[in-house]
């Protein structure tokens, strides 16, 4: 039977990172696995910068065809599930999209946080769902360790809303036009080379923020969401996209 460990130590060699497990139960949506309910889901990403240079360095990255984050994952995490028996989830292929965002709850140890995206204790804003394996069997899993407070709870402060140039970010969703002309205009070029200001606010995990490359790279992929950014660049899928991506489930691609 797939070990969690062996698993992940596959993952990291490919440049991925086991984000968590669970043993999902009927009302989780997750995909069943020839033809029976899935024992155990994996979801797999991203922390930090840590596996960006693998992408980095792969044939996607430089081939100069859309989508090349996505394709990479894809060709990756669909290799790891041949090896080990599962069925690969993609969570950039839909309708349907798939709740990566509540089966990231599931898994624990993150948590709602005010820009919409999942906070992580361990690695603030700053991680990715690339995608999710699903397994027939109920692999054994470690016991939940306590789940830490989640660190939005206790931030009375809120500098990520306070930081957005044009306070796209509210309790109410994401004004996606508002963010996508602030990015585009003069005053933006912070955020369209660096990141979005209002996540580099935050003061969980800074040491993981993204560098300029990666930052540039996914606030490029976000432009094409929205259908302003460069005709031939990453991710244009259409603008209903960009909300799903900041509020349904936690930067898939950014």
């Known amino acids: 039977m797939t070990s969690l460990g062996s698993l992940r130590a596959a993952l990291e060699r490919e440049g991925l990172a086991l984000r968590g497990a669970f043993h999902p139960q009927p009302e989780d949506g997750v995909p069943t696995v020839a033809g029976a309910p899935a024992g155990t889901l994996v979801l797999v990403g991203w922390t930090g910068g840590t596996q960006w240079p693998v992408f980095a360095a792969s044939p996607e990255a430089v081939d100069g065809a859309a989508d090349p984050l996505d394709r990479w994952s894809r060709r990756v995490l669909g290799a790891i599930a041949t090896r080990f028996a599962a069925v690969a989830i993609d969570p950039?292929?839909?309708?349907?999209?798939?709740?990566?965002?509540?089966?990231?709850?599931?898994?624990?140890?993150v948590a709602p946080s005010p820009l919409?995206?999942?906070?992580?204790?361990?690695e603030g804003l700053w991680h990715a769902y690339r995608g999710a394996l699903a397994f027939a069997a109920a692999l054994p899993l470690p016991p939940n360790p306590p789940t830490p407070p989640a660190p939005c709870d206790t931030c009375t402060d809120r500098p990520c809303l306070r930081a957005c140039p044009v306070r796209a970010h509210d309790d109410t969703g994401f004004a996606a036009e508002r963010c996508t002309a602030h990015v585009l205009s003069s005053a933006g070029m912070t955020c369209r080379h660096h990141g979005c200001e209002a996540r580099r606010a935050c003061p969980v995990r800074t040491d993981q923020a993204y560098g300029e490359a990666q930052a540039a790279f996914h606030m490029s992929a976000f432009l094409a969401r929205?259908?302003?950014?460069?005709?031939?660049?990453?991710?244009?899928?259409?603008?209903?996209?960009?909300?799903?991506?900041?509020?349904d489930f936690p930067e898939t691609s950014a």
């Open 92 to 109: 950039s292929q839909g309708p349907p999209w798939y709740p990566f965002q509540r089966w990231a709850l599931r898994a624990g140890r």
């Open 116 to 122: 919409g995206l999942l906070i992580d204790a361990d």
């Open 226 to 247: 929205t259908g302003v950014g460069p005709a031939d660049d990453a991710h244009g899928r259409g603008r209903a996209r960009v909300v799903r991506c900041h509020r």
